[in-house]
């Protein structure tokens, strides 16, 4: 395999799919939250974190237990999860409960999973 096997050699613009493709480009903004979240995810710990509450609605302690983390710095990480709509809270008494915030969070980090051991068997 030549290192240059997928360079696109021809001088051909197709304009039909190019102005498809523009008529559809989200603005600025929107790309500059997407690549945020993407970065949110991107950390060990909060991914860790994610996996743990893909399983079950746990609390700070449960969560430090099964990272083998201190509270405090799982209670930083959730706050960061907690702002960026990726988990959320329920209060029982004292007691905080997190979860991932809805069926998106869940079914992208399932699918991520996924995908990283398909990749892995192959």
Do not use: W
């Not at 559809?24 to 903004?29: F, G, L, S, T």
């Not at 997407?34 to 700070?60: P, S, Y």
């Not at 029982?92 to 869940?106: C, F, M, N, S, V």
């Amino acid at each position: 395999m030549s290192k240059n096997e997928f360079i696109c050699d021809c001088n051909i613009i197709h304009q039909d799919v190019v102005n498809s493709v523009l008529a559809q480009m989200p603005d600025k903004e929107l790309f500059s939250k997407l690549a945020e979240f993407f970065k949110i995810l991107g950390d060990n710990t909060r991914t860790k974190i994610l996996f743990a509450l893909d399983k079950n609605e746990m609390c700070v302690c449960d969560i430090a237990n099964v990272l083998g983390m201190s509270k405090s710095s799982i209670s930083h990480q959730l706050g960061t999860l907690r702002k960026s709509g990726i988990v959320k809270c329920r209060k029982d008494g004292k007691e905080a409960y997190y979860t991932l915030d809805d069926e998106h969070i869940k079914q992208l980090f399932e699918v991520g999973m996924e995908h990283i051991e398909h990749k892995e068997k192959i």
